[in-house]
């Protein structure tokens, strides 16, 4: 398995030695989109969000360069711009903030994006309807050709709870196959993707995660956490010859339509299980291509002295893609049955999986964030955020001043009120995976948690009055990164499989405090608040222009405004 690994990374490492030179230039530099040297312009004639402190809005805008150089009245913008300044009527549209994604995996997830068959929800109801389509697709792909699919949600995609060897063997026997679940943090192969792999029935659980094996000890295909089926999609030739600075480039074209201008990458490392993301999230953003801004965490699984010895700290990069923090991972996922939970699932007894214990957690927040490191923990299970809640405290205890850390906790699914007391007496963010609620809450109630728990998904509101900064994420490829859906999520709560039921109506936000989730939190989370995230002086220039503004349409019709206009770094890099 291990030399599995070590193949993929020499055939990664190519890829990373050409592209070497570019980003060592790019490292630390001024981003290559900021070359422009046009004169002011001035925005005016529609609704300006500047979501600032006040949330007030502006009569005008002007930009200079990449750079917001007035805001205010028309008078004074206009004066502050000079004569000579264009002017742009914004035909009574709306003016927002560049979206800001708090929680994406856009490095790793291009590639899967472009080399795996979507065969989730939004195409396929049923597990049947999911087998068929790989039937179909056995019967049109040669003998020996891999065939991988992602986005599989047994949770949600009524049938089997999960593929086994049996299932595949009764499809084919020719091919390697593997499925991503939807959550990323399970997987199912069949015995000729695993083989692939090296991983055969001597194998190893790695830390923290499992092969899972049925009561006679045999392997099943179902694997569990990241770190364990790696080394199958490694060993899937379009996964690792793709080049992944186009699939990444290409995939933020996608996501600038929607309006995103800054996301994350909350895995980094995860495409080549090296370092090697980093350069490629260099070269990419050296090309001047990038339409997004991307901050990115390093991830704890190669180990944090793998990032030390490739010299990568907290800030490297530049106004285009940045390291903001270092990513570890208390559990699994709810839907997965892997969340670590206070209390076992409904129906069984398993309480899910701890990825690291309480000692690893401290120890690594510990070391980290004395280095400087920003942290950001995911955590969905109550259990899972009782240690991420004791790791910080006991981080805290040893002297780290977290506010110098800037602790969030990574979908933050199930709060208690107790553990909201501690998040706010801790100083410790929240981010919100909100199609929890829309694609999963009807499964979270009936199958996983039960009415009652199920109260406490995405407490978005208590967070708010709790006085606690949060955003609202997709965890692409979980959900998509769609912006002004998201915020409709969060203000309405509806269930996509039950459009009348309203999921804990009591947490539901208003449409301010939704955007402010989606553009100036995800700004402080991600350590870009002086930068981006709402429209003040000084700041670099991202933002959207919509046929209309959030605040004024029902709230059910809030995916239905369309994104006319996306401006980064004080270019329009999407027109629609
Ligand atoms: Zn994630």
Same mark, same amino acid.
């Given at each position: 398995?291990?030399?599995?690994?070590?193949?993929?990374?020499?055939?990664?490492?190519?890829?990373?030695?050409?592209?070497?030179?570019?980003?060592?230039?790019?490292?630390?530099?001024?981003?290559?989109?900021?070359?422009?040297?046009?004169? +002011?312009?001035?925005?005016?004639?529609?609704? #300006?969000?500047?979501?600032?402190?006040?949330?007030?809005?502006?009569?005008?805008?002007? #930009?200079?360069?990449?750079?917001?150089?007035?805001?205010?009245?028309?008078?004074?913008?206009?004066?502050?711009?000079?004569?000579?300044?264009?002017?742009? /009527?914004?035909?009574?549209?709306?003016?927002?903030?560049?979206?800001?994604?708090?929680?994406?995996?856009?490095?790793?997830?291009?590639?899967?994006?472009?080399?795996?068959?979507? #065969?989730?929800?939004?195409?396929? =109801?049923?597990?049947?309807?999911?087998?068929?389509?790989?039937?179909?697709?056995?019967?049109?792909?040669?003998?020996?050709?891999?065939?991988?699919?992602?986005?599989?949600?047994?949770?949600?995609?009524?049938?089997?709870?999960?593929?086994?060897?049996?299932?595949?063997?009764?499809?084919?026997?020719?091919?390697?196959?593997?499925?991503?679940?939807?959550?990323?943090?399970?997987?199912?192969?069949?015995?000729?993707?695993?083989?692939?792999?090296?991983?055969?029935?001597?194998?190893?659980?790695?830390?923290?995660?499992?092969?899972?094996? /049925?009561?006679?000890?045999?392997?099943?295909?179902?694997?569990?956490?990241?770190?364990?089926?790696?080394?199958?999609?490694?060993?899937?030739?379009?996964?690792?010859?793709?080049? +992944?600075?186009?699939?990444?480039?290409?995939?933020?074209?996608?996501?600038?339509?929607?309006?995103?201008?800054?996301?994350?990458?909350?895995?980094?490392?995860? %495409?080549?299980?090296?370092?090697?993301?980093?350069?490629?999230?260099?070269?990419?953003?050296?090309?001047?291509?990038?339409?997004?801004?991307?901050?990115?965490?390093?991830?704890?699984? $190669?180990?944090?002295?793998?990032?030390?010895?490739?010299?990568?700290?907290?800030?490297?990069?530049?106004?285009?893609?940045?390291?903001?923090?270092?990513?570890?991972?208390?559990?699994?996922?709810?839907?997965?049955?892997?969340? %670590?939970?206070?209390?076992?699932?409904?129906?069984?007894?398993?309480?899910?999986?701890?990825?690291?214990?309480?000692?690893?957690?401290?120890?690594?927040?510990?070391?980290?964030?004395?280095?400087?490191?920003?942290?950001?923990?995911?955590?969905?299970?109550?259990?899972?955020?009782?240690?991420?809640?004791?790791?910080?405290?006991?981080?805290?205890?040893?002297?780290?001043? %977290?506010? /110098?850390?800037? +602790? =969030?906790?990574?979908?933050? *699914?199930?709060?208690?009120?107790?553990?909201?007391?501690?998040?706010?007496?801790?100083?410790?963010?929240?981010?919100?995976?909100?199609?929890?609620?829309?694609?999963?809450?009807?499964?979270?109630?009936?199958?996983?948690?039960?009415?009652?728990?199920?109260?406490?998904?995405?407490?978005?509101? *208590?967070?708010?009055?709790?006085?606690?900064?949060?955003?609202?994420?997709?965890?692409?490829?979980?959900?998509?990164?769609?912006?002004?859906? $998201?915020?409709?999520?969060?203000?309405?709560?509806?269930?996509?499989?039950?459009?009348?039921?309203?999921?804990?109506?009591?947490?539901?936000?208003?449409?301010?405090?939704?955007?402010?989730?989606?553009? #100036?939190?995800?700004?402080?989370?991600?350590?870009?608040?002086?930068?981006?995230?709402?429209?003040?002086?000084?700041?670099?220039?991202?933002?959207?222009? %919509?046929?209309?503004?959030?605040?004024?349409?029902?709230?059910?019709?809030?995916?239905?405004?369309?994104?006319?206009?996306?401006?980064?770094?004080?270019?329009?890099?999407? *027109?629609?």
């Amino acid at each position: 398995m291990i030399a599995g690994i070590a193949n993929r990374r020499d055939v990664l490492k190519g890829a990373a030695a050409v592209i070497g030179a570019a980003s060592l230039m790019s490292r630390g530099a001024v981003a290559q989109t900021t070359g422009q040297t046009t004169g +002011p312009t001035v925005f005016t004639g529609g609704t #300006i969000l500047t979501v600032d402190e006040d949330f007030s809005e502006a009569e005008a805008i002007a #930009i200079t360069g990449n750079t917001i150089v007035a805001v205010g009245t028309e008078a004074d913008v206009r004066a502050a711009a000079g004569q000579g300044a264009a002017v742009v /009527d914004l035909g009574g549209r709306t003016m927002l903030p560049g979206f800001c994604e708090a929680h994406t995996h856009p490095i790793s997830g291009a590639i899967v994006d472009a080399t795996m068959e979507y #065969i989730g929800m939004a195409r396929f =109801r049923t597990t049947d309807e999911v087998l068929a389509r790989i039937a179909e697709r056995a019967a049109e792909t040669p003998a020996g050709e891999w065939m991988v699919f992602r986005n599989f949600d047994p949770a949600v995609q009524e049938g089997v709870d999960e593929l086994t060897f049996a299932d595949f063997d009764a499809i084919t026997t020719e091919h390697p196959i593997f499925v991503l679940n939807a959550s990323g943090h399970l997987g199912y192969a069949n015995r000729m993707a695993m083989n692939a792999a090296g991983i055969g029935e001597d194998a190893e659980d790695p830390e923290g995660a499992e092969y899972v094996r /049925d009561a006679d000890g045999k392997l099943t295909g179902v694997i569990k956490n990241q770190v364990a089926f790696v080394p199958v999609v490694m060993a899937y030739p379009a996964f690792s010859e793709a080049d +992944p600075i186009d699939a990444f480039i290409g995939l933020l074209d996608k996501w600038s339509e929607q309006g995103v201008t800054t996301c994350s990458d909350l895995g980094h490392g995860a %495409l080549t299980q090296s370092p090697a993301d980093f350069q490629i999230m260099m070269a990419a953003a050296s090309t001047g291509r990038l339409k997004s801004r991307i901050r990115a965490y390093p991830f704890y699984s $190669m180990g944090a002295e793998t990032w030390d010895a490739a010299g990568i700290s907290m800030g490297d990069g530049n106004p285009i893609a940045r390291i903001a923090g270092y990513k570890l991972v208390a559990d699994g996922s709810n839907q997965g049955f892997t969340g %670590l939970q206070r209390e076992p699932y409904v129906g069984t007894d398993s309480r899910g999986l701890a990825y690291m214990d309480l000692d690893w957690l401290t120890g690594e927040v510990i070391d980290r964030a004395s280095k400087g490191w920003h942290i950001a923990i995911h955590g969905n299970g109550d259990a899972g955020i009782d240690n991420i809640l004791d790791a910080f405290e006991a981080a805290r205890d040893a002297g780290i001043d %977290l506010s /110098d850390a800037r +602790p =969030r906790i990574e979908h933050c *699914s199930i709060l208690h009120d107790d553990q909201i007391q501690r998040m706010r007496d801790l100083g410790v963010g929240a981010s919100f995976l909100i199609g929890h609620v829309y694609y999963w809450g009807q499964f979270m109630r009936d199958e996983v948690f039960g009415e009652d728990k199920a109260q406490l998904l995405d407490r978005a509101k *208590s967070a708010e009055d709790a006085g606690i900064g949060f955003t609202l994420h997709s965890d692409f490829m979980v959900t998509d990164p769609v912006p002004l859906h $998201m915020i409709e999520m969060a203000v309405t709560r509806r269930l996509w499989k039950e459009p009348d039921y309203v999921l804990a109506p009591q947490e539901r936000i208003s449409v301010e405090t939704a955007i402010r989730a989606m553009t #100036i939190n995800a700004a402080y989370q991600m350590n870009s608040e002086t930068e981006v995230g709402s429209l003040e002086v000084g700041k670099l220039a991202d933002f959207v222009i %919509l046929d209309t503004d959030p605040r004024s349409v029902d709230p059910d019709r809030i995916k239905d405004i369309r994104v006319l206009e996306t401006w980064m770094d004080g270019q329009q890099v999407y *027109s629609a």
